[in-house]
Structures are given as C-alpha cells and as structure tokens.
C-alpha cells in the first residue's frame, strides 16, 4: 500500500511536471508559426556502456560518440537507479520513464523469454520471446496516442534489446537470429516481411567469416597491455590479438556476436528499415527508430573494462555510429533528427585483477554458502521446509510462507538472525530486509532507493544482500555487472538534435527521465504515472 501511495502521489507530481513542460514545447512550436516537431525520433541503447568511457577514450573518439558528445545535451552522471543492473530490467526502463518495480521486469531470467504464443520464426523448438512480462506503456505508446499514424522500427542483437524499449507495443522488432540475419516472434508477425528475407537472403554477415579483429588504431594509442593472463578465463584462452572469426561459417555466424563487428551488421540492418519502412519521411509526423548495440556487453564480459579490447571495441562504436549518422543526415537531414543515447548498465572489473584504472584494489570474491547452509539448518529444526526459501542474485524469496506460519516461526526474525551471519563476510556491504527499507530514507540512501526501486515492500523478496564496490560473487568467472552499486549503474545520457540544448551538465540524472524529456520536446503526453522527471536544461528555450 505504501509503495501504491507513492507512486500515484509521485505519478501525479510528474503529470503536472509535463504538462507545464509540454506547454513550453508548444510555445516554441508555435513561436512564428515555423518551427515544425522532428520528423525522427534515433534511440540508441549500448550495452555495457560505462559513462566514463566517453572521457576514458575521449581523445580517440573522431565520429559517431564525439559527435553527440559536442554537439548534444551530455549527462555524465547518468544512473539506471535500480538494483539490479542487468540488460533486461536497464532495457526496460530507457523508453518507460519507469522503473523495474512498475515495469515488472526485474531481472534477466524474467525478460522476455518462457513466455506463451511467442515462438520465435526460424527458431529452434521451445524458442520463444515477447514483452509479456512487460507492465504498462513507453514512449512509443504516447507517441501513437498523439498520432496513430506513427511508425517504429526497434532493432538490436539480443531479442529483450530489441523487445523492452518499445514495450507491448506490435510491429517492426527485430533480433539477431544466430544464422547470420534478424528474425522476430509470431507475438509481432506470422512471418518476416519481405524487406526483411531480402536483407538475410544477401548474407550480409558472410563477410566477416574468417575475418580478423585487429586495432584499427596505431598499437601506440592503447595504454592498456594485451598480454593480461587472467583475461583467458573468461576469453577461451585468446586474449591477445588479433582475434579471429571462425572460417566456418555456421560457428562464424554463432560467434558473430562476441566481435565488434555484430554492432556494424546491427546498423546496416537499421539503416534499411528506416528506409524499406519509409521513417521520418512525413512532415508533421514522428517516427522512432530504437536500436541496441550489444557487442560491448559481449566484449566486456570476455575481456573486462581495462581491456585494450574494450578500448578498441569502443573506437569502433564511435565509427560505426559515425557513418551511421552520416547516412541518416544524408536520408533524412539533421534538422529532422532528435537523438538520445544511453547504457543499460556498466561494468566492474575482475576482483582477481587489480586494475590500473578502476579502484578495486579491496575486491573480494564471497563466498556466503556456509551461512545459507546454517539459515537451512535452522528452517529444519523448526520443521521448516527450505524449498520454502530460495536464494538469486543475493536475495532471499520467500517463495511459500505459508510454511512458516504453519511452524509458528517469524519469518523476519529469522531471516535477522541470517542477516547478522552474513554481514561478517568479507565483501558484504550490508544486508537489508524488505520490512527496513520500507521506512528507509531513500533520498540518501542510494542503495536501499535502487532496492525499492526493484521491488515493492509486499513482494516475495525478503532479504537483499549488497556486496561492497568491485566485489564479486564466487559464482561469477568472468567480468560482469548486476550491483547496485555506481560502477554497475553509472552509464551516459545523451540528447542531441532538433529541440536539444547543447551542454555538459554535471547534476545527476536518471535513465528513467529520458523518455519524459523526450516527450516534452516532442510535445506528447505520457499515457499513465511515471518515475522520471523532464531535465529541463537538455531542451532548448523557446
């Protein structure tokens, strides 16, 4: 009930935040009766992308990030201010101005897969993929709203890259199929529109078979070394380059994802759409391209964010979207363009690594199964089953607690008692019952505010344990993500075009604002309550 309460007071609040926002979009429309609305809406979604990279690899970015860097609204304390730093919940809140607990998509394993009517065309038997899990609208939707003649294409390598941004909404969504072209499900289509089989039949992806990744900078221009050992465990043993495309076909086309060159494929396809679909060609009217680049999460998670991988799989970005933009300027021209650019989350290096860039020399790897293994025993004595319980992702879900009120047992009592043993492990920052953080100030409180911002009080998710800073669980081998922590969530937020005040702003800002600033500069309504808050300073003045 409290977290109902809030978020229709904190819903309200924001309503009235875009109306007065809307209202000056409208006056600058309206200021000499000339200035028309963009005619193309170009979302872009990096996987993987750490806010610092930009300034990390600034003197070596030349196109596609330098141009919205310079030429855009930059936010470099952008924030996915959720807990769970994963791709699905950080796709799900980028064109949602809300976050994961309205969503309802709160982790990767409760994407978008597993679900009914939704077999994937071209997939193998079982394969399946839709929003179903998703709760409410998107950007996408207002836009519709405002004008039923909007049209949208939503591209990307990973289907929930490609599924979240746009919500439940039905059409053009489209995903890398592992054969070397994009598919999508029967929740859109019945079958691939023919657009769509001509840009697969052509075999575009047959060209990188075999083909090398090599820096496509002077080897001088990288500081990170290319002979770091530990970076095998995650890589398969190759960790120097040059690293090689398979020179069979079927293992190329399988692999293709784990090479910079899956971003450029991504592109390729996009920039067909815009024109097969004919986006951004009507005057009056807005059309929304959403793509997701997730080649970084590939590499990143193989070699780390101190890798001169990362560093070149960066460079590559940049060049990429270079000539991607280039290309939509020369379709569409720029004064038809608002473009937004954002990460799903970040990245921490390698507790076993003691990085050169990132803080982690205290790093710990935890271990917490001998305390679980005691919390069990002591469901036991008290004649508790411990299905009843489970532990993900550092929380405890009480998954039937019928069973402990059938023993007579406190549930939260017990689960304090587990609390106490599990933060005199080395690496645990804190532990958290849901009943705590429910009362918690969440202003300054930033991890118990990403917590709530996962789950409302009244769910099965009892107990949260956060890890201290660059800490990993044992489990993980290879780089990764998921904390609560700035590391995880700290990611870029970039707005550059048409209605765009150029700026670097150093106030922090949240994932979840984008789509309601978006909103604002293109003159739309959201269509229910939401998390996130126009940033004013991004829009231009009338």
Same mark, same amino acid.
């Given at each position: 009930m409290i977290e109902t309460m809030w978020w229709r007071v904190r819903g309200l609040s924001v309503l009235l935040a875009m109306a007065t926002a809307l209202g000056c979009a409208m006056a600058q429309q309206g200021a000499g009766g000339q200035?028309?609305?963009?005619?193309?809406?170009?979302?872009?979604?990096?996987?993987?992308? *750490? +806010?610092?990279?930009?300034?990390?690899?600034?003197?070596?970015?030349?196109?596609g990030l330098r141009r919205l860097h310079d030429g855009g609204a930059f936010y470099p304390l952008g924030f996915q201010d959720h807990a769970i730093t994963e791709t699905a919940p950080g796709h799900s809140t980028t064109l949602s101005g809300r976050f994961p607990v309205h969503t309802g998509i709160t982790m990767n394993s409760l994407g978008v897969n597993d679900v009914p009517d939704a077999e994937v065309i071209g997939g193998l038997k079982g394969?399946? +993929?839709?929003?179903? *899990?998703?709760?409410?609208?998107?950007?996408?939707?207002?836009? *519709?709203?405002?004008?039923?003649?909007?049209?949208?294409?939503?591209?990307?390598?990973?289907?929930?890259?490609?599924?979240?941004?746009?919500?439940?909404?039905?059409?053009?969504?489209?995903?890398?199929? *592992?054969?070397?072209?994009?598919?999508?499900?029967?929740?859109?289509?019945?079958?691939?529109?023919?657009?769509?089989?001509?840009?697969?039949?052509?075999?575009?992806?047959? $060209?990188?078979?075999?083909?090398?990744?090599?820096?496509?900078? @002077?080897?001088?221009?990288?500081?990170e070394p290319d002979s770091v050992g530990l970076e095998a465990n995650a890589s398969g043993g190759d960790y120097?380059?040059?690293?090689?495309?398979?020179?069979?076909? @079927?293992?190329?086309? +399988?692999?293709?994802?784990?090479?910079?060159?899956?971003?450029?494929?991504?592109?390729?396809?996009?920039?067909?759409?815009?024109?097969?679909?004919?986006?951004?060609?009507?005057?009056?009217?807005?059309?929304?391209?959403?793509?997701s680049l997730s080649s970084t999460d590939a590499v990143g998670h193989r070699w780390g964010p101190d890798s001169r991988e990362i560093h070149d799989q960066i460079v590559r970005v940049d060049r990429y979207l270079g000539a991607f933009l280039d290309s939509l300027i020369a379709l569409r021209g720029a004064d038809n363009l608002i473009i937004a650019l954002t990460g799903d989350h970040g990245v921490t290096p390698l507790p076993m690594l003691r990085s050169q860039i990132y803080p982690n020399g205290n790093a710990k790897r935890v271990n917490i199964d001998q305390p679980w293994a005691a919390f069990r025993q002591k469901l036991l004595a008290q004649r508790i089953d411990t299905s009843a319980v489970a532990l993900e992702k550092g929380m405890v879900i009480v998954t039937n607690p019928r069973a402990f009120s059938a023993a007579r047992a406190d549930v939260d009592g017990l689960l304090r008692d587990f609390a106490r043993d599990l933060i005199r492990v080395q690496g645990v920052q804190r532990v958290d019952l849901m009943t705590d953080l429910a009362t918690a100030d969440t202003t300054r409180d930033t991890i118990a505010r990403r917590w709530l911002h996962m789950f409302t009080p009244q769910s099965e998710v009892r107990l949260m344990i956060s890890l201290e800073p660059y800490s990993y669980w044992l489990s993980s081998k290879s780089p990764t993500h998921g904390s609560p922590n700035d590391p995880d969530a700290n990611v870029p937020?970039?707005?550059?075009?048409?209605?765009?005040?150029?700026?670097?702003? $150093?106030?922090?800002?949240?994932?979840?604002?984008?789509?309601?600033?978006?909103?604002a500069i293109l003159g739309v309504r959201p269509l229910e309550p939401i998390d996130g808050q126009v940033l004013r300073a991004a829009i231009a003045q009338p």
């Open positions: 200035a028309q609305r963009p005619r193309l809406l170009v979302f872009i979604t990096v996987d993987q992308m *750490r +806010a610092d990279y930009f300034q990390r690899f600034g003197a070596d970015l030349t196109g394969e399946s +993929a839709s929003p179903f *899990r998703f709760r409410g609208t998107t950007l996408v939707d207002w836009m *519709r709203a405002a004008n039923s003649e909007t049209r949208w294409l939503s591209v990307s390598r990973k289907d929930r890259g490609a599924i979240l941004p746009v919500g439940k909404s039905k059409g053009d969504v489209y995903w890398y199929d *592992r054969m070397g072209g994009f598919t999508t499900s029967r929740y859109y289509m019945k079958s691939l529109p023919s657009w769509v089989l001509s840009f697969n039949a052509a075999l575009p992806a047959s $060209r990188y078979v075999g083909k090398p990744w090599t820096l496509l900078l @002077d080897p001088s221009r990288y500081p120097t380059f040059p690293h090689v495309m398979p020179s069979d076909p @079927d293992r190329a086309m +399988a692999v293709l994802p784990n090479f910079p060159y899956m971003d450029e494929l991504t592109l390729q396809f996009a920039l067909r759409g815009v024109s097969e679909l004919g986006l951004g060609t009507v005057r009056g009217r807005t059309d929304v391209l959403a793509v937020i970039v707005f550059w075009g048409a209605g765009v005040r150029p700026g670097v702003h $150093r106030e922090a800002a949240r994932v979840v604002d984008i789509a309601p600033t978006l909103a």
